[in-house]
């Protein structure tokens, strides 16, 4: 099959939605379909993938994560080029992913008269007032909101990263339940495994007992790293030995966060990861943390942290359960304090992180690689071509 993927992006900037379009398109093209993704004009290549990115925009600069007024323009652009690309590949259909790509994948699929898959991370009202972009019930909310429901509704068929995000396409937006399916994000288990835990140590100057958690992922209040950070001020006042790695960018404002918070001799930053070394830099760790606060929205790092065998602390919300279920590690939602219990916890409790890693290892190979989420995205593919 001849796939069309529009990607708008700065793809690829080693985050969890790029890694999601990478290993979908990796995965698939090593099933025999010829995938061609259409980008932002900047981002790196990656060996092996198919890739047209738009017309340079030189003042155009953001690899982070989060809304901008700049996509219009980009995106008119990448519509531009995805028609050019389209004439070339003469796809079968066209898997766009977020709701931008999405929007012009409707127009795109009524001038090449073929369907659209929508690939949903999220509700895209909810992530513009999660950024602080717009203030929800705000004329600008819901414009977005209108918009949104127009976008849902014009896919032929709609994949979301979670269990959540389908429930709430089908309860809150409307769409019909057989339009959408669930299709978590994986992890590729020979690649994601544990690595030498003392190689990043050294580099960084982490002693060997010292323990340490990691955190790997766009650093944002979104994704509750001022929490993270509040967290870990409470466990200096207590004398706790733990340290943190952080790994992920934008990292200068967190960085002077930590210094004006005095945890500065606690927690070291390395900013951006490429993804190919993650593995080694999260096998340093004795535990992985995730503080992101979205209800719906997926959280891929996730899977990493459990192919490395790394014990995950994370928020108690329906996304988080779904993916570690019983290898997780829960705190009360959005609550700092309870963080930093179990941060303090499982810092002094071998034996309990022992027993976590084996259960997140066993849980990534059993249930979440690539190759399964590959077998229902070829049905979702088949199902629209017979429709």
Not at 101 to 112: H, I, M, R, S, Y
Not at 121 to 128: A, F, I, K, R
Not at 183 to 199: C, N, Q, S, W, Y
Request: aromatic share 8%; net charge positive.
């Amino acid at each position: 099959m001849r796939i069309l993927m529009l990607a708008p992006t700065p793809f690829f900037a080693d985050r969890g939605c790029h890694v999601r379009i990478y290993e979908e398109a990796r995965t698939l093209m090593a099933r025999g379909h010829q995938v061609r993704i259409v980008t932002y004009h900047l981002g790196r290549d990656m060996a092996g993938i198919p890739t047209d990115r738009t017309l340079r925009v030189p003042w155009y600069t953001k690899l982070s994560a989060g809304p901008s007024w700049h996509k219009p323009y980009l995106d008119i652009l990448l519509c531009g080029t995805a028609l050019r690309a389209a004439r070339r590949l003469r796809p079968d259909l066209i898997h766009a992913h977020l709701h931008e790509g999405a929007f012009f994948g409707v127009l795109l699929k009524k001038l090449l008269g073929i369907p659209l898959l929508f690939d949903c991370q999220g509700s895209l009202t909810m992530e513009l007032a999660d950024h602080g972009f717009v203030r929800e019930g705000s004329l600008l909310y819901r414009f977005f909101a209108l918009l949104e429901g127009w976008i849902n509704n014009s896919a032929d068929a709609i994949v979301t990263s979670s269990g959540p995000g389908r429930d709430d396409l089908v309860t809150k937006w409307g769409v019909p339940s057989a339009k959408v399916t669930a299709l978590m994000d994986g992890v590729d288990t020979a690649v994601f495994r544990p690595h030498d835990r003392m190689e990043v140590r050294r580099r960084l100057d982490i002693a060997p007992d010292v323990p340490l958690a990691v955190y790997l992922g766009v650093l944002n209040h979104y994704q509750g790293i001022d929490l993270l950070l509040s967290a870990m001020v409470m466990l200096k006042s207590r004398g706790s030995p733990l340290r943190l790695l952080v790994m992920g960018f934008p990292e200068e404002k967190y960085r002077q966060k930590a210094r004006d918070l005095d945890i500065a001799d606690m927690v070291t930053f390395t900013g951006r990861i490429d993804y190919g070394k993650a593995p080694l830099f999260l096998s340093a760790g004795d535990m992985a943390v995730s503080p992101k606060v979205s209800l719906t929205e997926a959280n891929g790092k996730l899977f990493n942290y459990m192919a490395c065998g790394l014990p995950t602390i994370a928020f108690d919300t329906p996304v988080n359960r779904e993916i570690l279920g019983e290898a997780g590690i829960y705190a009360r939602y959005g609550d700092a304090a309870d963080l930093a219990a179990h941060l303090a916890g499982l810092a002094g409790d071998a034996a309990a992180r022992a027993e976590r890693a084996r259960l997140a290892r066993e849980r990534a190979e059993r249930e979440h690689s690539w190759q399964a989420r590959a077998d229902v995205l070829e049905a979702v593919y088949h199902r629209m071509k017979r429709a």
